[in-house]
């Protein structure tokens, strides 16, 4: 025991750990919070399709400066890349994948949760297919410009988020603090408006509350958390992260805020397990998380079965 | 007595296809409407249309009275999402709350104290904080009444309150929507239950297929040709439907091919859930 404090400990005073675990714990809170309300709405799912959404996103980020060095060396009739290109690409390289990530997939969630009558007939058909598309181009993209010889490893580690989390950079750490805090501050202060458009929407909408504008405001903090979350668990991963926790605490609790802070609590603990766990036994950071909330979710369940029968 | 919603010769339906044609009628503050017809006479379209929740296609509902969206209770027909929700009975009492809170984004405590007056209201103080999953029927019926009264001080509409509910939790919840009528406040009631009707409402508008059969006071529906025939088929042979509904006309294929539709898939529903019942009992002997 004493010899895996101090491994633990050894390991913590690297600052790409330390990175790890702000931003694992921020991701689970922040996740597990709007899970309870998605999982309510009946989109579950959702988080799903706007993972894959990101990983299409991502391999374009990925891939843009070598598409862009190509495109201008097919133009020029020498076949040379010209300066200004050049530079263009390095920009594009430079910039942080997040900055392309995000406005794409804020797109996507918020055409897919658009309100309207039929929104919900056509949804899960229009998650699908949004999901396989940008995995199928996503996909494609990387191995038609590939940025490294290990395609295959950086499919993997974009959609199971192998590594990524250990290889943050400080500027990562600083967006997803500001982003957690963003998405944090929207939901205390509109708590009770979230409750209300999540429970009924016709009530809402019928006594002068602005349901349609709320449910937009979810679509954009929905994916907020997944661009988060897309560097802890990789995309495939984060729906588990959405929905387990706050299903586990619906198994116990009762009441709308029972379930969600029991849901931040599981969420937050479950990656701090996943985390230091993974560190020991070097497993992958995203599968043992969920493997945790997993477990949780097991748990609950004989939990509510016990209670039940009392 | 001011009127509160006029509607002028409205017509209502979903996207290209109308449901109801025709419809006039207007509430008076402190009345008691009750709105009667078949299954997909347009009579929940017409509630929601009242609120504001679809356009009207033609025509115009009005409100009137300085009426506002925040002194409009709602009792919407339970949805399938709000059967498993994990909430307190306090939470979703204190939620119909919410349009009083503006911009605040929490709870004052004079709206607390209107929940909790409102769950007294109807008796389901020692309910507060059960979950909403776990109760009755009439139970969680009475918990979106309180709702309701939280967000309303004059209009309440009720959409098929009663549904699902076993005779005595019935009468209860029609005692109460009588009390808080005559506590001030007008009621709009959906309602298949004819007998319910003519004996709570003070006016009563039926609808019937594509067009409005009837609007008018209780009495006047009691001797008029559509209200005789109708509480004479609910009462007495179901088989018989009254004359004016008999023949949908014919205007376009669509609602003729889904009234031919409907017997088709019906007997076919209950065909097979005769032959499961068979096969059951079969295997049971």
Same mark, same amino acid.
């Given at each position: 025991m004493g010899e895996m404090i101090d491994k633990l400990s050894s390991y913590l005073e690297y600052p790409f750990v330390q990175y790890a675990v702000i931003v694992g714990l921020l991701i689970a809170l922040c996740s597990s919070l709007l899970g309870v309300t998605l999982v309510l709405k009946r989109f579950s799912f959702i988080g799903d399709g706007l993972s894959h959404v990101a990983f299409g996103a991502m391999s374009l980020a990925a891939v843009l400066p070598v598409i862009i060095k190509e495109i201008a060396a097919g133009i020029s009739a020498s076949g040379e890349v010209s300066g200004t290109a050049k530079s263009i690409a390095d920009f594009v390289a430079d910039l942080n994948n997040n900055y392309i990530v995000l406005p794409i997939t804020l797109i996507a969630a918020i055409l897919l949760l658009r309100p309207g009558k039929n929104a919900k007939i056509k949804g899960d058909a229009a998650v699908a297919m949004i999901s396989v598309g940008s995995l199928a181009v996503g996909y494609m993209l990387m191995n038609r410009f590939?940025? *490294? *010889?290990?395609i295959s490893g950086d499919v993997c580690s974009t959609l199971f988020g192998s590594t990524s989390i250990l290889t943050l950079k400080p500027d990562d750490v600083n967006l997803c603090i500001l982003l957690s805090i963003v998405v944090l501050l929207i939901f205390i202060l509109f708590y009770n408006k979230i409750f209300a458009v999540t429970f009924d929407e016709n009530f809402s909408k019928a006594t002068g509350i602005k349901a349609d504008g709320y449910n937009l405001l979810i679509a954009v903090v929905t994916a907020l958390i997944i661009v988060l979350a897309m560097n802890l668990v990789g995309s495939l991963l984060i729906s588990a992260l959405i929905i387990f926790p706050s299903l586990s605490a619906m198994r116990v609790f009762k009441s709308f805020r029972g379930v969600i802070i029991c849901s931040a609590i599981i969420s937050v603990i479950c990656a701090a397990v996943g985390i230091f766990a993974s560190i020991l036994m070097s497993t992958p950071v995203g599968s043992t998380i969920v493997s945790a909330d997993i477990l949780v979710f097991f748990v609950f369940c004989i939990i509510s079965k016990i209670t039940k029968r009392a | 007595m001011s009127k509160q919603i006029i509607c002028k010769n409205a017509t209502l339906g979903y996207e290209n296809m109308t449901v109801a044609a025709g419809i006039d009628f207007s509430v008076g503050s402190g009345d008691y409407l009750c709105i009667l017809g078949e299954n997909g006479s347009g009579k929940s379209t017409l509630i929601k249309t009242i609120l504001g929740l679809k356009p009207v296609d033609s025509g115009s509902i009005e409100w009137s009275d300085g009426l506002k969206p925040s002194e409009i209770g709602y009792l919407p027909q339970q949805t399938l999402v709000q059967r498993d929700f994990p909430a307190s009975v306090y939470e979703i009492v204190l939620s119909g709350c919410l349009s009083k809170t503006?911009?605040?984004?929490f709870y004052s405590r004079e709206q607390k104290e209107l929940a909790k007056s409102n769950m007294e209201r109807l008796g389901i103080s020692e309910l507060s904080?059960?979950?909403?999953?776990?109760?009755?029927g009439g139970q969680q019926q009475r918990v979106l009444l309180a709702r309701a009264l939280c967000a309303t001080t004059k209009l309440l509409l009720l959409d098929e309150p009663v549904t699902g509910l076993d005779p005595k939790a019935q009468t209860d919840l029609y005692e109460m929507i009588k009390t808080l009528n005559d506590s001030g406040i007008t009621i709009i009631m959906v309602s298949h239950d004819v007998n319910a009707a003519v004996r709570y409402a003070s006016h009563v508008l039926h609808m019937g297929h594509q067009k409005q059969l009837f609007f008018g006071s209780k009495e006047d529906y009691l001797v008029s040709k559509v209200g005789k025939s109708f509480i004479i088929t609910e009462n007495g042979d179901e088989g018989d439907t009254p004359e004016p509904e008999k023949k949908p006309k014919e205007k376009s294929d669509a609602p003729a091919l889904l009234a031919a539709a409907v017997p088709v898939a019906a007997a076919a529903a209950a065909s097979i859930t005769i032959s499961k019942l068979l096969k059951l009992k079969g295997r049971r002997s």
């Open positions: 590939p940025t *490294s *010889s290990n | 503006g911009m605040r984004p904080k059960r979950c909403y999953r776990e109760l009755s």
